[in-house]
């Protein structure tokens, strides 16, 4: 069973919002840069933004920049996705993923130590 688990997902109509949280059971996240990745279904994985441990950097895909955002809450130990201007094109599995350092994000997913088991997001009218 994986330490991070993700959830918030479900169904919205294009042009809506929706906010994934990441949390975990026994790990301490404020060690790791936290990686959002997603599949589309019949695609294959997308990494679509990171956040440094302390939350100072970040970074965005193309795809989402603007209308998503990355944000963390060490105190809490959980981190969000906040998701607006839904299109179809996003919709897919959400991962939330640990990385041991900031570089590795998102360009080395095999360096992901942690990956939830997803959080599936449906955006259709």
């Known amino acids: 069973q994986s330490p991070l688990v993700e959830s918030g997902g479900g169904q919205v109509q294009p042009g809506g919002s929706l906010t994934l949280s990441c949390g975990t059971s026994?790990?301490?996240?404020?060690?790791?840069?936290i990686g959002w990745f997603r599949q589309a279904p019949g695609k294959g994985r997308e990494g679509i933004s990171c956040?440094?441990?302390?939350?100072?950097?970040?970074w965005y895909a193309s795809s989402v920049e603007g209308r998503f955002t990355n944000s963390r809450d060490n105190a809490k130990n959980t981190a969000t996705l906040h998701m607006n201007s839904l299109t179809p094109e996003d919709t897919g599995t959400y991962y939330c993923?640990?990385?041991?350092?900031?570089?590795?994000?998102?360009?080395?997913?095999?360096?992901?130590?942690?990956w939830g088991q997803g959080t599936r997001v449906t955006v259709s009218s």
């Open positions: 993923v640990a990385f041991p350092a900031y570089h590795y994000c998102p360009s080395r997913p095999d360096f992901g130590t942690k």
């Open positions: 026994g790990l301490q996240l404020d060690i790791f840069t």
């Open positions: 956040v440094s441990k302390g939350g100072v950097d970040t």
